[in-house]
């Protein structure tokens, strides 16, 4: 089994030990933008001032704890990137339950403003007249309110229906390859600041953006610092140590926990001039329970919302700086782009803002669909992948049965994992286990993979609650690339269905695998459902665009390893594969087809698709099982055809006879030298029956060859058929047949052949080689020997010569005598004057009756 990663971007977001200041707010706060504590001397921010739009001179500035000021209380010195305008501030709020300190929400006194400038105080009129609107989260919560208008501070850039303007990604410019020299020099920054053991916010924002580039290259190079240099605060979640809050002490430690990586990136973007805000809400992390409702609770999250080109994007650095295992009680670094600028739609699936104007989605997501909602990792939306079916996290069984349908833009590789939840809470499980590999055996369920996505047909083995999770690869990925986890669900069966035992797939999924049409795979008779098997019998076809070849596995619970290779004749074609199957058992089976040009003898094979068969009733007998020691490849097809050989009477490779007698045609080349074996598998025949090589007579015309087979008793017999280009050459296997004889009637022996019956030569009477006749009885024979100067029978009273007719044939009689136990057809060919045996005849002599 491939190894699987499950990708976890779920970080323990709880903040429920030691809180640090500022996380230490009301239940039900907003998020506050925090301003860094580095001050800027005098001069600085004069001369930053200086070149600042004039409306920003005239904001005032406002003190009150740490909503805009020092976390003492005092007043703080504007970044040195600069206040944000009025025009584009993002929304302050005043926590419920508190009153708003002075100079935050209240006008300015009349002394103040008489103080200043005419120039100011003009500009300072035009702020004031923008009024400040304070939204409850309680009210925003409530299911199917009119989404609100957007906040304060984001007026200015609303959309159409007075929204926040929210910014797509791919507005921006390409992905992530347009910013590799961002990205190397913010690494190497990064590692030059740690060398030097730079803490200062803005000596690091400076660092790692060279002073210039545009907004967003700033943004992108603030990104892949905080990624690469601040690891995720285990400990501090755990409570083992003291969280850190401020973004110095974040920098210091090189750890945080989400407000610790949302106030540093806060602090960072102000030191470059990008706008920035705090987004407080809940998350899909550790600690997340699938379907609990979440109203009344405390949000557990905090991540960044940006402002570029005037609009507003969502990010979020402790989800993108990698992942924890909670099994090891470690974080893995992994930079994640994918929470870079996401867009609102994927976002909102695991975060969940406690502000509702921050979802910037077009139709908000009420808070218990957020709840009820599948949780997907980035992989799943990376992969490009989509979700018809389920629409919730929640699945109820049918009947004992539930599927899950995913989609995709381009082919994909699927396996799943489905466990039992236990004493464990319910959702809980799916999202908390670390990385770990797949089950090694089917987890009752059936996987069919498309080029277009999968489905899952669920089949849980007993009442109960089941954690469910699907992982994901490339179709094109190499063979031990690991699967990496895409989504979750949870599964409740409250009644269980019995079933037969379902063989595993260690394959991963049913029907034609997504890279079948690669291997040359057109179309199959066979979909990726299960297959039921009438009587006991099966044919699979696919159609090929080229020469195949072709291997096969079949497993079934209860079958033996030397009966399952007994089970399957596979005709291999220039254009087709057929598949003949039998079941000697009841219950399911797994057929396995594997392929490979058939031309690349040294290629692997490769599996093109896995077929789940079902028998109810009527298994094949024992007797009925295909011979032993079968050709993989069976009947004409691609190898006959190269070897020369065309025109066959029978085109399949079964044949069946209830007479016990059958005759197969086809046409060779002149230089070919073919040789056939008869053999089936049973007990040892009795002493005096003859060898089953006897029941064989093959015969040569021109360019036609027939090979006839008198069957001796009722079964399955293999037919092989071999070919050399040279008496000095060895045979090689061409193809097998499979001959059905279903007559109880013994057929009779042919005569046992000599080298002397060479191509040209044809009996025609007695066609059996074990003549019954009285004693003193005339046999007549009938043969065409080609070049022969003289044709005699011997065994009787004397040779008897047959003559030739116009037709060629030789003819004539010869006396059965008494005493004699054989027959031998002889002739003279060529120069020699030697009589050569061609055929012998056993002699039965039967007693006759008184007259």
Same mark, same amino acid.
């Given at each position: 089994?491939?190894?699987?990663?499950?990708?976890?971007?779920?970080?323990?977001?709880?903040?429920?030990?030691?809180?640090?200041?500022?996380?230490?707010?009301?239940?039900?706060?907003?998020?506050?933008?925090?301003?860094?504590?580095?001050?800027?001397?005098? %001069?600085?921010?004069?001369?930053?001032?200086?070149?600042?739009?004039?409306?920003?001179?005239?904001?005032?500035?406002?003190?009150?704890?740490?909503?805009?000021?020092?976390?003492?209380?005092?007043?703080?010195?504007?970044?040195?990137?600069?206040?944000?305008?009025?025009?584009?501030?993002?929304?302050?709020?005043?926590?419920?339950?508190?009153?708003?300190?002075?100079?935050?929400?209240?006008?300015?006194?009349?002394?103040? %403003?008489?103080?200043?400038?005419?120039?100011?105080?003009?500009?300072?009129?035009?702020?004031?007249?923008?009024?400040?609107?304070?939204?409850?989260?309680?009210?925003?919560?409530?299911?199917?309110? /009119?989404?609100?208008?957007?906040?304060?501070?984001?007026?200015?850039?609303?959309?159409?229906?007075?929204?926040?303007?929210?910014?797509?990604?791919?507005?921006?410019?390409?992905?992530?390859?347009?910013?590799? *020299?961002?990205?190397?020099?913010?690494?190497?920054?990064?590692?030059?600041?740690?060398?030097?053991?730079?803490?200062?916010?803005?000596?690091?924002?400076?660092?790692?953006?060279?002073?210039?580039?545009?907004?967003?290259?700033?943004?992108?190079?603030?990104?892949?610092?905080?990624?690469?240099?601040?690891?995720?605060?285990?400990?501090?979640?755990?409570?083992?140590?003291?969280?850190?809050?401020?973004?110095?002490?974040?920098?210091?430690?090189?750890?945080?926990?989400?407000?610790?990586?949302?106030?540093?990136?806060?602090?960072?973007?102000?030191?470059?001039?990008?706008?920035?805000?705090?987004?407080?809400?809940?998350?899909?992390?550790?600690?997340?329970?699938?379907?609990?409702?979440?109203?009344?609770?405390?949000?557990?999250?905090?991540?960044?919302?940006?402002?570029?080109?005037?609009?507003?994007?969502?990010?979020?650095?402790?989800?993108?700086?990698?992942?924890?295992?909670?099994?090891?009680?470690?974080?893995?670094?992994?930079?994640?782009?994918?929470?870079?600028?996401?867009?609102?739609?994927?976002?909102?699936?695991?975060?969940?803002?406690?502000?509702?104007?921050?979802?910037?989605?077009?139709?908000?997501?009420?808070?218990?669909?957020?709840?009820?909602?599948?949780?997907?990792?980035?992989?799943?939306?990376?992969?490009?992948?989509?979700?018809?079916?389920?629409?919730?996290?929640?699945?109820?069984?049918?009947?004992?049965?539930?599927?899950?349908?995913?989609?995709?833009?381009?082919?994909?590789?699927?396996?799943?994992?489905?466990?039992?939840?236990?004493?464990?809470?319910?959702?809980?499980?799916?999202?908390?286990?670390?990385?770990?590999?797949?089950?090694?055996?089917?987890?009752?369920?059936?996987?069919?993979?498309?080029?277009?996505?999968?489905?899952?047909?669920?089949?849980?083995?007993?009442?109960?609650?089941?954690?469910?999770?699907?992982?994901?690869?490339?179709?094109?990925?190499?063979?031990?690339?690991?699967?990496?986890?895409?989504?979750?669900?949870?599964?409740?069966?409250?009644?269980?269905?019995?079933?037969?035992?379902?063989?595993?797939?260690?394959?991963?999924?049913?029907?034609?695998?997504?890279?079948?049409?690669?291997?040359?795979?057109?179309?199959?008779?066979?979909?990726?459902?299960?297959?039921?098997?009438? %009587?006991?019998?099966?044919?699979?076809?696919?159609?090929?665009?080229?020469?195949?070849?072709?291997?096969?596995?079949?497993?079934?619970?209860?079958?033996?390893?030397?009966?399952?290779?007994?089970?399957?004749?596979?005709?291999?074609?220039?254009?087709?594969?057929?598949?003949?199957?039998?079941?000697?058992?009841?219950?399911?089976?797994?057929?396995?087809?594997?392929?490979?040009?058939?031309?690349?003898?040294?290629?692997?094979?490769?599996?093109?698709?896995?077929?789940?068969?079902?028998?109810?009733?009527?298994?094949?007998?024992?007797?009925?099982?295909?011979?032993?020691?079968?050709?993989?490849?069976?009947?004409?097809?691609? *190898?006959?055809?190269?070897?020369?050989?065309?025109?066959?009477?029978?085109?399949?490779?079964?044949?069946?006879?209830?007479?016990?007698?059958?005759?197969?045609?086809?046409?060779?080349?002149?230089?070919?030298?073919?040789?056939?074996?008869?053999?089936?598998?049973?007990?040892?025949?009795?002493?005096?029956?003859?060898?089953?090589?006897?029941?064989?007579?093959?015969?040569?015309?021109?360019?036609?060859?027939?090979?006839?087979?008198?069957?001796?008793?009722?079964?399955?017999?293999?037919?092989?058929?071999?070919?050399?280009?040279?008496?000095?050459?060895?045979?090689?296997?061409?193809?097998?047949?499979?001959?059905?004889?279903?007559?109880?009637?013994?057929?009779?022996?042919?005569?046992?052949?000599?080298?002397?019956?060479?191509?040209?030569?044809?009996?025609?009477?007695?066609?059996?080689?074990?003549?019954?006749? /009285?004693?003193?009885?005339?046999?007549?024979?009938?043969?065409?020997?080609?070049?022969?100067?003289?044709?005699?029978?011997?065994?009787?009273?004397?040779?008897?010569?047959?003559?030739?007719?116009?037709?060629?044939?030789?003819?004539?009689?010869?006396?059965?005598?008494?005493?004699?136990?054989?027959?031998?057809?002889?002739?003279?060919?060529?120069?020699?004057?030697?009589?050569?045996?061609?055929?012998?005849?056993?002699?039965?002599?039967?007693?006759?009756?008184?007259?």
């Amino acid at each position: 089994m491939s190894e699987v990663i499950i990708q976890k971007f779920s970080f323990p977001f709880s903040c429920s030990s030691r809180p640090c200041q500022s996380e230490a707010t009301p239940t039900k706060s907003p998020a506050l933008p925090t301003v860094p504590s580095h001050s800027p001397s005098q %001069e600085e921010r004069l001369n930053h001032r200086s070149l600042l739009d004039p409306a920003q001179l005239s904001q005032p500035r406002t003190t009150g704890g740490l909503q805009n000021g020092t976390p003492d209380g005092s007043e703080a010195a504007p970044a040195e990137g600069g206040l944000p305008p009025p025009s584009s501030q993002p929304p302050q709020l005043v926590p419920r339950g508190s009153s708003p300190r002075p100079g935050v929400l209240e006008p300015q006194a009349e002394g103040a %403003e008489d103080q200043r400038p005419a120039a100011k105080r003009q500009l300072s009129s035009e702020s004031s007249a923008r009024t400040v609107g304070v939204l409850k989260k309680t009210a925003l919560r409530k299911a199917g309110e /009119a989404r609100p208008g957007p906040p304060p501070g984001a007026r200015g850039l609303q959309g159409p229906e007075g929204g926040i303007c929210r910014g797509r990604r791919k507005d921006l410019g390409p992905r992530t390859g347009a910013f590799l *020299r961002v990205d190397a020099h913010a690494f190497q920054a990064g590692m030059e600041l740690k060398e030097q053991c730079v803490c200062s916010v803005a000596t690091i924002a400076r660092s790692v953006t060279q002073g210039g580039w545009g907004e967003l290259e700033r943004l992108r190079a603030i990104w892949v610092w905080l990624c690469h240099n601040i690891e995720y605060d285990l400990s501090g979640y755990l409570g083992q140590t003291e969280k850190l809050c401020s973004p110095e002490e974040v920098v210091a430690a090189g750890r945080a926990v989400c407000g610790g990586y949302a106030s540093l990136c806060l602090a960072l973007c102000r030191e470059v001039g990008v706008q920035c805000q705090q987004v407080p809400g809940f998350s899909k992390g550790i600690g997340h329970q699938q379907g609990r409702s979440l109203r009344g609770t405390r949000s557990d999250h905090m991540w960044n919302a940006v402002q570029l080109r005037g609009r507003w994007f969502l990010l979020d650095a402790c989800w993108g700086a990698g992942r924890v295992d909670m099994d090891t009680k470690t974080f893995i670094k992994r930079m994640d782009d994918f929470y870079f600028l996401t867009e609102p739609e994927d976002f909102i699936g695991s975060h969940f803002p406690d502000e509702q104007c921050w979802q910037l989605l077009d139709v908000p997501l009420a808070l218990e669909e957020f709840e009820r909602s599948v949780f997907r990792t980035s992989r799943f939306y990376t992969l490009g992948l989509s979700l018809p079916h389920p629409r919730h996290a929640l699945i109820l069984t049918e009947e004992g049965e539930a599927w899950v349908s995913v989609g995709s833009k381009r082919p994909v590789s699927f396996t799943y994992e489905v466990a039992p939840l236990g004493g464990r809470d319910e959702g809980t499980a799916g999202l908390q286990q670390g990385a770990g590999e797949a089950p090694e055996e089917a987890s009752w369920g059936l996987l069919t993979v498309t080029p277009r996505g999968m489905k899952l047909h669920l089949l849980p083995p007993a009442s109960g609650t089941y954690g469910v999770k699907l992982f994901a690869r490339p179709a094109d990925a190499a063979t031990d690339a690991p699967f990496l986890w895409v989504c979750s669900f949870t599964l409740q069966c409250p009644v269980a269905r019995a079933r037969e035992e379902i063989p595993d797939n260690p394959f991963l999924s049913w029907g034609l695998q997504p890279s079948a049409g690669a291997l040359g795979v057109e179309a199959c008779s066979q979909g990726s459902q299960v297959a039921e098997v009438e %009587e006991g019998r099966l044919e699979l076809v696919l159609q090929t665009s080229r020469p195949l070849m072709l291997l096969w596995e079949l497993a079934h619970p209860g079958l033996e390893p030397a009966l399952s290779r007994r089970c399957l004749a596979a005709q291999v074609e220039p254009r087709r594969l057929t598949c003949h199957l039998l079941c000697p058992r009841t219950g399911f089976y797994r057929l396995s087809l594997f392929l490979r040009d058939y031309d690349k003898t040294d290629g692997e094979f490769q599996n093109a698709g896995n077929f789940l068969l079902h028998c109810a009733r009527g298994a094949v007998g024992l007797d009925e099982m295909f011979p032993p020691s079968l050709s993989s490849c069976c009947g004409p097809g691609t *190898r006959t055809l190269a070897a020369g050989l065309s025109r066959f009477s029978h085109a399949g490779a079964l044949l069946s006879t209830q007479k016990g007698r059958c005759n197969l045609t086809f046409h060779t080349r002149a230089d070919l030298e073919l040789h056939a074996t008869l053999s089936r598998e049973e007990s040892p025949p009795p002493a005096a029956a003859p060898p089953l090589s006897r029941h064989l007579l093959c015969t040569y015309t021109d360019s036609k060859v027939t090979l006839s087979a008198s069957l001796p008793r009722p079964g399955v017999y293999r037919l092989g058929l071999y070919a050399r280009d040279s008496p000095e050459g060895d045979f090689r296997p061409l193809c097998d047949f499979v001959l059905k004889n279903g007559s109880q009637q013994p057929g009779p022996p042919f005569p046992c052949v000599y080298a002397a019956w060479r191509r040209g030569c044809v009996l025609l009477e007695p066609r059996s080689g074990r003549l019954e006749e /009285a004693p003193g009885s005339w046999v007549r024979f009938r043969v065409k020997v080609p070049g022969a100067r003289r044709v005699a029978v011997l065994g009787g009273e004397g040779p008897a010569e047959l003559k030739q007719n116009r037709s060629r044939v030789w003819e004539g009689e010869a006396l059965a005598g008494s005493g004699q136990s054989q027959l031998r057809l002889v002739a003279v060919t060529g120069e020699s004057e030697d009589l050569a045996v061609l055929l012998t005849f056993d002699l039965q002599q039967q007693q006759k009756e008184d007259g």
